[in-house]
């Protein structure tokens, strides 16, 4: 067992045990199929959970204008999607409690969408606007209809 700590974006630490890289240790008693697939269960079963409370995480710090802890947020989320993908085949995907979870995201994920996209489309207005005024300021009256850039 390899001990996983997570790390919120409040700052909470989380400490948890995971299963090492080769699944659940050999069992002489011919359960060492039925302990792996428990184990892969297990890990797939806790990855959601924390892939949830990432998504929780993100719709709290989307509306907040800390960029950086918001990008710092996907790409926690990005790494734990690739840790799910590496998981053995299993059947956790197609659970009851599984597709719970995802129906309880899916509302989370469109408002964070929402908000990323007008958060850009604020960002592109601004830069347009500091843009408009740089050529003004540097050519002064003459040449600024074409020099905008659209």
Do not use: H
């Not at 045990?17 to 428990?38: C, F, I």
């Not at 996907?74 to 409690?97: F, G, H, M, T, W």
């Amino acid at each position: 067992m390899l001990n996983a700590e997570y790390t919120t974006a409040a700052g909470d630490s989380v400490q948890g045990a995971r299963q090492s890289e080769s699944g659940a240790a050999p069992d002489t008693s011919g359960g060492v199929q039925v302990g792996k697939t428990e184990a892969v269960l297990s890990e797939a079963r806790r990855l959601w959970q924390k892939y949830f409370e990432l998504t929780k995480e993100l719709l709290k710090f989307s509306d907040q204008k800390d960029g950086e802890l918001f990008m710092q947020l996907v790409d926690q989320r990005e790494q734990l999607i690739e840790r799910i993908k590496a998981l053995p085949p299993n059947d956790y995907r197609q659970s009851d409690e599984c597709k719970a979870l995802i129906e309880q995201m899916i509302p989370m994920d469109k408002q964070i969408i929402y908000r990323a996209r007008a958060w850009l489309n604020k960002s592109r207005r601004q830069n347009s606007a500091v843009r408009s005024y740089d050529v003004t300021s540097s050519f002064g009256t003459r040449g600024t209809v074409f020099n905008r850039q659209y």
